[in-house]
């Protein structure tokens, strides 16, 4: 069980959404509605990240035991946080509420290096899952702080990968939340500049903020390569292919999970007349439908393909049985599991799992 302190995650799942109108009840309040279709983004769902922190949590479980603490949140998602929780995973804020040399997991979203040396104060045993493409920012943090580049950072200032990212090179480090703050931030040397940012941002809102950013420091470098990171590029075009034909844009999704929140703001900018987020199908409002042709559904990196099964049966109960999926890009992108945990699974035979997270095509980082 949770302890007191832990992240109160333990929310009743639902699974059967509540039909409060016939789906003829609902077409006779929309007579000028002839067709009704949904859309269905593609990609979609989980990401190679989301995927890796999960079953790592998942193999932690199984070659260890219960508990395994894990800090904060695995992935933004309440549905996969709630279903690790039953198996024995125990979330919490901080390693101070982590008995002392016990297991504990990071999360998907990255840790600083204070939260490295406060879990070897406690003898923590620790397994890193942090998106190899978080890391890869992080890097990029320590490697222009040490050249003596002063850092703007682009993200939202409290989200767990922000903190991540700013800790690692905190005195060179400055925030931009959003385009504003890009036109009053302040510098020490102009020539000296580089920018980074979270990787599951707006790619429109991100390019206007350095576009802001250059007007004012002419000489801001880039990142070597794209911080924010394929999967939330891909689900960001994808929703954007289909919001212009869209009365309505569902997205299943978390209200912490970032690239969630931003697939409802991109379908609004593209052009869907109506976008909302849901965590499960029971939250869709029936009266969304009404006057609705066409359904563009998606989902944020971190929800199981199962949330939006559920939506897209729900949304047959009102009438939208013609389902289509549209497709925008393919994805085969897989990272190996975190190394503290490899080496366990390989000792148990495991080692298919070793060498990938759910799926069978080999790995890729
Ligand atoms: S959204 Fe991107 S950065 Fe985040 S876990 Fe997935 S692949 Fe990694």
Partial sequence: MATSTSIPVSLPVPRIPRVRRTPA???????????????LAAPRGYCAGVDRAVVAVEKALEHYGPPVYVRKQIVH?????????????????????VPEGALVVFSAHGVSPAVVQSAADRNLQTIDATCPL???VHREAVRFAKNDYEILLIGHEGHEEVEGT????PEVTTIVNNPE??????????????????????????????????????????????????ATTNRQA??????????????????????????????????????????????????????????????????PEVLVREVVSLLA?????????????????????PKEIRGKLKEAGDEDRALGGRGTRPQSN
């Avoid at 198996?87 to 390693?95: C, P």
């Avoid at 009438?319 to 925008?328: H, K, L, N, R, S």
């Fill in 25 to 39: 009840e609902i077409a006779a309040a929309s007579p000028q509605v002839s067709e009704r279709k949904v859309l």
């Fill in 238 to 303: 994808a929703i954007k292919n289909i919001a212009p034909q869209a009365d309505l844009v569902i997205v299943v999704g978390s209200a912490n999970s970032s690239n969630s929140v931003r697939l409802v703001e991109v379908a609004l900018d593209h052009g869907a007349k109506a976008a909302y987020r849901v965590d499960f199908a029971n939250e869709v409002d029936e009266s969304w439908f009404e006057g609705v042709s066409t359904v563009g559904v998606t989902s944020g990196a971190s929800v």
């Fill in 77 to 97: 998602n309440l549905h996969v946080v709630s279903e690790l929780e039953s198996r024995g995973a125990i979330f919490v804020e901080e390693n101070e509420e």
């Fill in 317 to 337: 109960d009102y009438g939208f049985t013609d389902v289509a999926e549209v497709t925008t890009a393919e994805e085969d992108i897989i990272f190996s599991l």
């Fill in 166 to 169: 700013y800790g690692e090179a």
């Fill in 181 to 230: 703050e890009a036109d009053t931030v302040q510098v020490k040397d102009p020539d000296k500049l580089i920018w980074l940012s979270q990787t599951t941002l707006s790619v429109d809102e991100t390019m206007e903020i350095v576009r802001r950013l250059r007007k004012r420091f002419p000489n801001l470098q880039d990142p070597p390569s794209d911080d924010i990171c394929y």
């Fill in 134 to 136: 978080v890391t890869k």
